[in-house]
Nanobody, 114 residues
């Protein structure tokens, strides 16, 4: 059974940095897609960054500030966030594709104080 667990959320001042980690167990996902999404209160879920086959893509709103990386040996997907803004506050969730199905974590909350 595939399990996805995020960690690293918390409270940070505007301009600060946070590092989110997503640990996948129960399967290896090597070159399959791994992605980070976020959802703020009252807003739709937004794709923040994805990594597939060594190619990373980012939402325009986070480009240049966020970096997605993965360690296939450790089955982890990491989101390094810098220059955080109050608008980045949301619940961040990790999703990975394994065997043609998407698996989601429970999410980790990021709060950015101005």
């Amino acid at each position: 059974q595939v399990q996805v667990v995020e960690s690293g959320g918390g409270l940070v001042q505007a301009g600060g940095s946070l590092r989110l980690s997503c640990a996948v167990s129960g399967s290896t996902f090597s070159n399959n897609a791994g992605a980070w999404y976020r959802q703020a209160p009252g807003k739709q879920r937004e794709l923040v960054a994805s990594s597939t086959g060594g190619i990373a893509t980012y939402a325009d709103s986070v480009g240049g500030r966020f970096t997605i990386s993965r360690d296939n040996a450790k089955n982890t997907v990491t989101l390094q966030m810098s220059s955080l803004k109050p608008g980045d506050a949301a619940v961040y969730s990790c999703a990975v594709a394994v065997g043609g199905r998407d698996y989601w974590g429970q999410g980790t909350r990021v709060t950015v104080s101005s």
